[in-house]
């Protein structure tokens, strides 16, 4: 390693040299998604390949020339600190230091940098990096053009690195397990103008804001580019979090949120790497991927056979991807298959088959086991005739004599599984019970698995539903067969996640399996022949000439006041429940912004709840609606009139009141007059307003005439009216 | 090469009033003096692409079309002229010369394009990539007087936006097309056309040319099947690109043993097969250089950006040699003592200048009389215009036969055939014309 840091780019480079590298190291993914191997043990801290997550990404970052490195904990924060302080990082002299920062009650990366914000550790351009990322890629390009651009730019506060990643057309999921991700890029600037990492898959259309063009004469859409969630940050970053202290994921919230954000003007940009590998662990499946990249050495120089990592034992490396231990006891008729690594003193029994696996350290596995594209940690006992099958086992776990693993099996720290068990697909098996299942909705989901408060409430709450001794069953649906643990300790079988099966055979270690992606491709071939909806979109323009401006429907427009009128009824159901008048004025107001909906707009919708709500008291006949009516207005005329400044609105209100009567209630329709001349005594409505609009239905069809016929004698009276107005005027 | 050409000329377009009129419907409209429509006919010529159909909107502006092609083509190409009524939109303009079309590929060109984009290769590309549709894009001309002095306010402003393109990586094939009224709403792609290539382009400075090269078959197909669309742009061209991954244009062209569900059976177990099997067809761009020169007449703006550019800029286009002072002065031209023809202008022959004017990028045409003192800065005059004494044009389009007399002060007005306008009279940013 010391050879390793003469090649450091600030070496090089006298600016850098000046101000130390620093990156922040978040020892917490806040998230659940290893559960329940978390609960016992911190993410970081969950070997890979042998070694501790965190140890890759300290290597990497030690690799790339950062002289300092945050380590923030939270969950099992005494786990990841006592793991340092005895490891190679803070023991050995030089200048690659790394320091903890512990937090107990930070639930999200949000919180984390507002607490390393309270440190006030970092003094410039720092990598942002979760605990579970592995990469050989050299920062020295980005690092670069991140700083060219804050000389230039100051606004320019992150360069996100990306890499060429496409997923699958039918599981929309990366080889690591990701969803897709949407990215819009300037491909001159590479600055990032668009993400979106949810996107809905019922959706077929991808909306875009128009103003992204505006600026940008081009822009390439991605949907090939997969994030490795390394981060270059200016300081700027943390401030934004501390002023937005609403931002938890980085992602959902501060990435999206900077971008939304046009008052600040901050810009995010992105670097592609090429060759080189970045790749964080982020579920089953980029543990199971990302294992397989490391005994593939595409993570060079990061792995098992060099002394970057571990324990520093000389691993061999045979050919064939197979890599051994010193001290591995292996029976001659015992079949290694490639990509296979073995830990320090295991024991391979007579006969026993395994193939592109990893074998911890202290393992025993009997005779006749099949192991294939499984993960076994330390000092696990297998006994003889087991089959595991891409399945993950955890440290000082026991399978006794013919216990069967199917794919995707997750069996957590020292559980024993009894004689000729077979464990179903997908089950996750822990000593612990599954914590209660209302702590997974989506606020909690940063939520980090181990902070204490949670921890005991689920506790309780398990203990009675799902809990299990000896034989064990399950609460479950979706897990079919219940085994028996004959002669084991208790355990608890977790049923799956909010997701269903759908999540967990897409995140698992398991590979998707055969049906399920007929299934997808079925699916997807009878989507294609489903009619498409996005043709009524675009109507005929029926024009004349080839450039002719066509009127293209306006269906969205119709789209949003629709969603509008509904927004504005809730706001007007909460004014119901004693809200007070100005609150509803405000929300409404600022509905009409968020909308983008014209002042007329808001009268028409407001006008339209009124009436709606006229319609809830029970009436029998037209009187009593009558009544109900005038009743309503009254109450709320002086809202109503808010909106009303000029006849435009006016005029609206009096178009939707004729809607209402000819289409959605039509009780409303023989009182159409009455009500009209109500609205205009009670001076909601001006002689000006409902004159225009008699005026402008006079041309109209006879159908559209009913109802001007039905107030022709108000309108008459109307249109005499002015005269007398101006005798009062002049008597007076 | 066996395409055959529609040119789609137009007739008496609203958008160019009062610049045309019946006895100059926009075929003929001047360029350079020359009618519009010959740029195009030539550049096909130029590429050897001789078997076209000319529609043009209207009777009567058909015959004159006709009666001109007839003149000036007559052993060059060979040219139908239809006649289909105006208010006829261009995907019924093809629907009416449709059994005419018999090769296997269509180009259909917009009868107002001036451009030197070789049609040819449009052709060769649609060839070369199998497309069903391809079309020329070109970067989109920035309108307005480039660089004279009145425009110093313009400068920052940026070309306007007329397409969103969508393309991918190699910029060969076309993802994404939205032009008119859609071009200011937000941006709709279709997800599965960007899961299928991973990648797109979005571009707002590109300019759909007008210029498609299409598979005939399916051109006919559309337009029997979907009897609604009327434009070519508007509809025919994105419903192409619109459901370019799940065609429902190839359906006859498939062997019919493949919708037997058993043959297909085999296949099932492997996704990737099935999904080659899926109905695809491919829609194509050709993206002209930036150093093309690319431009519609379909604006009265245009039109004055077109005729400055094709004796300015684009010079080559005109077909005239330019003198030494980079003007074309025809040799029966006359001009009076201290008169100056400036650079990038034209005058034809005939046409008389007196004494002490000044003409600076501008086109005169045929047998015009003007005065002593005129200036005519940036404008077009048409053939037999009568300018008298003191008179100043600028930016300015006057038509045929006007009259105008002495110390008129003209700024950006479009003048109509056979206006007359009174002594002394000044007008700003009008459109004058008989009726």
């Known amino acids: ?732 | 090469m066996d395409f055959q050409v529609v040119v789609l000329a137009g007739g008496e377009s609203k958008n160019l009033a009062p610049l045309v009129s019946k006895e100059i419907p926009k075929p003929l409209m001047p360029v350079a003096n020359r009618p519009v429509l010959s740029y195009v006919l030539e550049l096909l010529e130029a590429n050897n692409l001789k078997d076209l159909i000319v529609v043009v909107k209207g009777k009567d502006a058909a015959l004159q079309v006709g009666g001109w092609i007839s003149g000036a083509y007559v052993d060059r190409l060979h040219v139908e002229v239809a006649a289909v009524p105006e208010e006829t939109g261009t995907a019924d303009a093809l629907r009416a010369v449709a059994h005419h079309l018999t090769t296997k590929d269509i180009l259909i060109v917009s009868g107002d394009l001036v451009s030197d984009v070789s049609p040819g290769v449009v052709a060769a590309t649609h060839r070369r990539l199998g497309a069903v549709v391809t079309a020329l894009f070109c970067n989109t001309p920035v309108s307005g007087p480039s660089d004279t002095g009145s425009s110093v306010k313009d400068k920052g402003r940026k070309p306007p936006r007329v397409n969103i393109v969508g393309l991918d990586q190699t910029r060969q094939y076309l993802l994404h097309v939205a032009a008119g009224a859609e071009v200011d709403k937000d941006i709709k792609i279709q997800k599965s056309l960007l899961r299928h290539k991973g990648q797109m382009e979005i571009r707002a400075d590109l300019m759909d040319a007008h210029m498609y090269a299409i598979q005939r078959k399916i051109l006919q197909e559309v337009l029997d099947k979907k009897e609604m669309f009327h434009s070519i742009k508007h509809d025919v061209f994105p419903y192409l690109v619109r459901t370019q991954l799940k065609s429902e244009v190839l359906d006859h062209e498939e062997p019919r043993n493949g919708l037997n569900g058993e043959a297909y059976s085999p296949n099932k177990l492997d996704p990737r097969i099935a999904i080659l099997n899926n109905k695809t067809h491919k829609c194509c761009a050709y993206i002209a250089n930036k150093s093309k020169y690319c431009s519609r007449l379909n604006s009265v703006q245009a039109f004055c950006d077109i005729n400055r550019d094709v004796v300015g800029e684009a010079g080559h286009l005109s077909g005239y040699s330019f003198s030494a002072q980079n003007n074309i002065v025809h040799s029966s031209a006359e001009l009076g003592s201290k008169t100056t023809v400036g650079p990038h202008c034209m005058l034809d022959g005939g046409s008389k200048l007196g004494d002490k004017c000044s003409v600076k990028r501008s086109v005169i045409g045929r047998h015009c009389r003007i005065g002593s003192n005129v200036k005519i800065v940036n404008s077009v005059v048409m053939n037999h215009v009568t300018v008298e004494d003191g008179c100043f044009i600028q930016g300015s389009v006057i038509c045929n036969n006007v009259q105008i007399q002495e110390r008129v002060v003209l700024k950006d007005c479009q003048v109509g055939e056979g206006y007359i306008l009174t002594s002394g009279s000044e007008y700003k940013s009008e459109s004058l014309s008989k009726r």
């Open chain 1, 1 to 732: 390693m010391a050879q390793k840091k003469t090649h450091r780019p600030s070496a090089d480079d006298p600016e850098v040299e000046r101000i130390p590298l620093q990156a922040v190291l978040l020892a917490d993914s806040f998230a659940q998604k290893f559960r329940p191997i978390t609960l016992e043990r911190p993410k970081v801290l969950l070997p890979l390949v042998n070694a501790p997550m965190i140890d890759y990404t300290l290597a990497w970052l030690e690799s790339v020339g950062v002289d300092e490195v945050f380590v923030f904990c939270c969950a099992h924060s005494q786990q990841v600190k006592s793991y340092l302080e005895n490891s190679q990082w803070t023991k050995q002299p030089g200048v690659f230091s790394v320091a903890t920062i512990e937090s107990h009650d930070a639930i999200s990366a949000g919180d984390a940098l507002r607490v390393i914000h309270e440190h006030g550790v970092i003094r410039g351009d720092f990598i942002l990096i979760s605990g579970d990322t592995v990469s050989n890629m050299s920062l020295a390009k980005a690092l670069y053009e991140h700083k060219e651009r804050r000389k230039k730019d100051p606004h320019a506060v992150m360069t996100m690195i990306i890499k060429q990643s496409k997923p699958s057309v039918l599981t929309h999921q990366t080889r690591l397990g990701d969803d897709e991700i949407v990215m819009a890029i300037d491909p001159e600037t590479k600055e990032l103008l668009y993400y979106e990492d949810k996107v809905d898959l019922s959706q077929r259309l991808i909306l875009l804001d128009k103003m992204l063009l505006v600026e940008n004469g081009a822009i390439s859409l991605h949907n090939d580019k997969q994030d490795c969630y390394v981060d270059i940050c200016s300081l700027g970053v943390l401030d934004l979090f501390v002023d937005n202290f609403d931002y938890q994921h980085l992602r959902r919230h501060f990435v999206k949120g900077l971008l939304v954000d046009d008052i600040m003007g901050c810009k995010i940009f992105t670097h592609e790497i090429q060759s080189s590998y970045a790749a964080r662990v982020d579920n089953f499946k980029s543990y199971d991927t990302i294992s397989k990249d490391i005994v593939q050495r595409w993570t060079y120089p990061f792995v098992p056979d060099v002394r970057y990592l571990g324990n520093g034992l000389q691993i061999k490396l045979d050919r064939e991807g197979i890599y051994k231990a010193p001290d591995v006891v292996q029976s001659r008729s015992a079949h290694i298959d490639a990509f296979t690594v073995l830990g320090n003193a295991t024991t391979v029994g007579d006969n026993t088959k395994i193939s592109n696996s990893v074998i911890g350290q202290g393992c025993i596995i009997g005779h006749n086991v099949v192991i294939e594209g499984s993960f076994v940690w330390d000092n696990v006992t297998i006994e003889d005739g087991c089959k595991l099958s891409h399945a993950l086992i955890c440290d000082g776990v026991h399978l006794r004599e013919g216990v069967i693993l199917e794919p995707g099996v997750i069996i957590s720290f020292k559980v024993e599984v009894g004689q000729n068990i077979v464990v179903p697909t997908y089950s996750k098996v822990s000593l612990l019970p599954q914590p209660s299942k209302q702590d997974s909705d989506e606020e909690l989901e940063y939520a980090d698995s181990n902070t204490g408060a949670i921890e005991s409430t689920s506790m309780a709450t398990v203990m009675n539903t799902s809990k299990l001794d000896f034989a064990l069953g399950t609460s479950d649906a979706n897990i079919s067969g219940k085994p028996e643990f004959q002669g084991s300790g208790p355990g608890y079988i977790w049923s799956s996640s909010e997701g269903g099966t759908e999540e967990e055979c897409r995140q698992s270690i398991a590979p998707i399996p055969a049906g399920k992606l007929l299934e997808l491709l079925q699916s997807k071939i009878s989507d294609n022949n489903a009619p498409d909806q996005d043709m009524i979109i675009t109507p005929a323009s029926g024009e004349l000439l080839p450039d002719s401006e066509s009127t293209f429907g306006d269906g969205d427009d119709d789209r949003e006041y629709v969603d509008f009128e509904k927004e504005v009824e809730a706001t007007f159901q909460r004014g119901l429940t004693g809200v007070e008048k100005e609150n509803v004025i405000l929300e409404i107001n600022s509905l009409r912004l968020s909308c983008n909906m014209e002042q007329a707009d808001c009268a028409g919708a407001l006008f339209h709840s009124i009436m709606k709500q006229a319609l809830v008291a029970p009436y029998s006949c037209k009187n009593e609606l009558y009544a109900n009516t005038i009743k309503e207005i009254i109450k709320w005329g002086d809202l109503l009139k808010h909106y009303l400044t000029t006849t435009d609105e006016e005029f609206e209100v009096i178009l939707k009141f004729e809607d209402i009567c000819s289409g959605t209630t039509r009780d409303f329709a023989p009182l159409f007059s009455n009500i009209l001349t109500f609205l205009y005594d009670k001076e909601i409505l001006s002689e000006k307003a409902i004159l225009s609009w008699a005026q402008e239905k006079e041309g109209a069809d006879e159908s559209d005439k009913i109802f001007t016929k039905q107030a022709e004698q108000f309108i008459k009276w109307l249109r005499e009216a002015p005269e007398e107005d101006d005798e009062d005027d002049a008597d007076a």
